[in-house]
T-cell receptor, first 113, second 113 residues
Framework: NAGVTQTPKFRVLKTGQSMTLLCAQD?????MYWYRQDPGMGLRLIHY???????AKGEVPDGYNVSRLKKQNFLLGLESAAPSQTSVYFC????????????FGDGTRLSIL | AQSVAQPEDQVNVAEGNPLTVKCTYS??????LFWYVQYPNRGLQFLLK??????LVKGSYGFEAEFNKSQTSFHLKKPSALVSDSALYFC???????????FGTGTRLLVSP
């Protein structure tokens, strides 16, 4: 049982390049989330999804797009990377319901030069 | 709006001593409260949650947390700290009807031998 798997683990991009981060979960969770973690700022929600084919904006959605074509996958895209998007990105998933804990992947460390 | 405050950036404690990591929250409706731990280069791991019922909640690795409604607090505690408890701890809250979790900025716990 792999849980939540994020690929890639590390990536270095140049300003203006695009890329997609992949999150896959094998727990049949309905909800999935993308966060970014920056020093002193905790985790900030970028986008989330409450089911296949649905997405919604979080706290810091600008510069990012997401898609959830399959229940087990949640993709985060950067169309034109900027240095301000240098961060550690975490994906999480959970069953529906307010009392369910989120399960996290180990993160993608992204540097934009 | 939901919010979480972790007033201490860092907590230092000697091995064998009790530890407390503080958390206060603000939410409309009944709160759903969570503690997570993050080890270096890893994702967040769920420790414990408060949904309803007893104000003292027991979780993984000997940790517990006390819910105090009047003080809107959910402090994390452990009777006897271990060096291996050294990590980054996050408090999080979700309000009734919300699918999103709001995280505090994290508290680094350092346990010295």
């Amino acid at each position: 049982n792999a849980g939540v798997t994020q690929t890639p683990k590390f990536r270095v991009l140049k300003t203006g390049q695009s890329m997609t981060l992949l999150c896959a979960q094998d727990m049949n969770h309905e909800y999935m989330y993308w966060y970014r973690q920056d020093p002193g700022m905790g985790l900030r929600l970028i986008h989330y999804s409450v089911g296949e084919g649905t997405t919604a904006k979080g706290e810091v959605p600008d510069g990012y797009n997401v898609s959830r074509l399959k229940k087990q996958n949640f993709l985060l895209g950067l169309e034109s990377a900027a240095p301000s998007q240098t961060s550690v990105y975490f994906c999480a998933s959970t069953y529906a319901g307010n009392n369910q804990p989120q399960h996290f992947g180990d993160g993608t460390r992204l540097s934009i030069l | 709006a939901q919010s979480v405050a972790q007033p201490e950036d860092q907590v230092n404690v000697a091995e064998g001593n009790p530890l407390t990591v503080k958390c206060t929250y603000s939410v409309s409706g009944n709160p759903y409260l969570f503690w997570y731990v993050q080890y270096p280069n890893r994702g967040l791991q769920f420790l414990l949650k408060y949904i309803t019922g007893d104000n003292l909640v027991k979780g993984s690795y000997g940790f517990e947390a006390e819910f105090n409604k009047s003080q809107t607090s959910f402090h994390l505690k452990k009777p006897s700290a271990l060096v291996s408890d050294s990590a980054l701890y996050f408090c999080a809250v979700r309000g009734t009807g919300f699918q999103k979790l709001v995280f505090g900025t994290g508290t680094r716990l350092l346990v010295s031998p």
